[in-house]
């Protein structure tokens, strides 16, 4: 790898890396420790609490943010009061230990807590050995620094939110690029003087579930963040678009899953009878690209006008070879195979909205 690739490499991961994120935490912690430093009483010779509960609550999404603060907060109060139960009737020792190491670790797996559960054992461990001198103070102190150290976590993604559309876009981008990659490869499997065997099929099937799995959390993530989120009248259009795009594009995977598997299953090599035969293969390939060409025009949502026209001409291309068929007195499997390819092309083609080029470029 050359020099240059190197440094295109690293520099696309950085970009990737959650720097805003990254800047939030940073800064909510330093407010958080400055605050627990100032701290009057007891409280004030544990400030490293305070940017603890800052961290802990730190998402990205405001409502991530509350959902963690409420949750470790309560993880942190409930593995105290487990500790400080234990240590009213035993005195500190190994088996008082491990009596609040079981018993938070059972907590851990409470639902409500959600994945700050974690936090309860470790709550519990503290108060036991850290504040075996002055418990109550220093559940006051560790306690009420971190609610203290949360509250300021959430105000600082209340104030700078997030709206991850950026990673939105990307995903919807890779399940287009999939989608094409998995057209071009039926198109080009269909082009042989044979069908292709079971092997050949699943070597040319592309990665479309992982690509659409991240492109449906990726919305998920974005709708989450939507909420509360003070940013969100200033791109309301965008996120609208956004939700669109990614109906059209999940539409389209699951009828081109569709096709997929209607091709590997009735047009391979092992069987009998094959689902398209010699005559049926090419106009179904020059469908099948012209198809992959129209995915390509646009952005999921809308396609240009000249891309729809030629993929509408391809396939009345395709259901006029199906009738010479027909006339031929062909096999009820080509007919059946053919006429569901035909189905779910067009079906593709209803999804997306022919524009001209002048609004395709305006999105």
């Given at each position: 790898m050359s020099l240059a690739e190197r440094s295109t490499r690293l520099s696309s991961r950085a970009r990737k890396l959650p720097w805003g994120l990254a800047l939030r935490a940073a800064g909510a912690g330093a407010v958080a420790f400055w605050v627990g430093a100032v701290f009057p009483g007891p409280a004030g010779e544990f400030p490293y609490y305070a940017p603890l509960g800052a961290v802990v609550a730190m998402s990205s999404t405001v409502m991530g943010s509350v959902r963690n603060a409420v949750q470790s907060v309560a993880s942190i109060w409930l593995g105290s009061a487990i500790a400080l139960a234990t240590a009213a009737v035993m005195a500190p020792s190994e088996l008082t230990v491990a009596l609040v190491i079981g018993l938070g670790t059972v907590a851990v797996n409470w639902r409500l807590l959600g994945g700050m559960g974690q936090w309860v054992p470790t709550a519990a461990l503290f108060v036991l050995i850290i504040g075996a001198k002055d418990p109550v103070a220093f559940v006051s102190a560790y306690g009420g620094l971190t609610l203290i150290g949360a509250a300021i976590g959430v105000v600082a993604i209340l104030l700078f939110p997030q709206l991850p559309l950026?990673?939105?876009?990307?995903?919807?981008?890779?399940?287009?690029?999939?989608?094409?990659?998995?057209?071009?490869?039926l198109a080009h499997a269909l082009h042989?003087?044979?069908?292709?065997?079971?092997?050949?099929?699943?070597?040319?099937?592309?990665?479309?579930?992982?690509?659409?799995?991240?492109?449906?959390?990726?919305?998920?993530?974005?709708?989450?963040?939507?909420?509360?989120?003070?940013?969100?009248?200033?791109?309301?259009?965008?996120?609208?678009?956004?939700?669109?795009?990614?109906?059209?594009?999940?539409r389209v995977?699951?009828?081109?899953?569709?096709?997929?598997?209607?091709?590997?299953?009735?047009?391979?090599?092992?069987?009998?009878?094959?689902?398209?035969?010699?005559?049926?293969?090419p106009p179904t390939a020059r469908a099948?690209?012209?198809?992959?060409?129209?995915?390509?025009?646009?952005?999921?949502?809308?396609?240009?006008?000249?891309?729809?026209?030629?993929?509408?001409?391809?396939?009345?291309?395709?259901?006029?070879?199906?009738?010479?068929?027909?006339?031929?007195?062909?096999?009820?499997?080509?007919?059946?195979?053919?006429?569901?390819?035909?189905?779910?092309?067009?079906?593709?083609?209803?999804?997306?909205?022919?524009?001209?080029?002048?609004e395709a470029a305006l999105g």
């Open positions: 950026g990673p939105a876009e990307e995903a919807m981008r890779d399940v287009r690029a999939e989608v094409i990659v998995q057209l071009r490869q042989g003087d044979r069908p292709p065997t079971e092997a050949e099929w699943r070597e040319r099937r592309a990665r479309l579930e992982p690509a659409l799995q991240r492109m449906r959390d990726a919305r998920e993530l974005v709708l989450e963040a939507s909420r509360a989120n003070r940013r969100l009248a200033h791109h309301q259009s965008l996120l609208q678009r956004q939700f669109e795009q990614t109906a059209s594009l999940e995977c699951v009828l081109v899953e569709g096709l997929t598997q209607l091709l590997e299953e009735e047009e391979r090599a092992e069987n009998e009878r094959v689902g398209l035969g010699p005559q049926l293969r099948l690209l012209a198809l992959a060409d129209l995915v390509d025009s646009g952005d999921g949502r809308t396609v240009k006008i000249a891309a729809m026209a030629a993929a509408r001409e391809t396939l009345d291309g395709l259901v006029d070879e199906i009738h010479a068929v027909r006339v031929g007195e062909s096999s009820d499997d080509e007919l059946f195979t053919a006429g569901s390819i035909v189905t779910n092309i067009r079906r593709c083609l209803e999804t997306p909205r022919p524009v001209g080029d002048e």
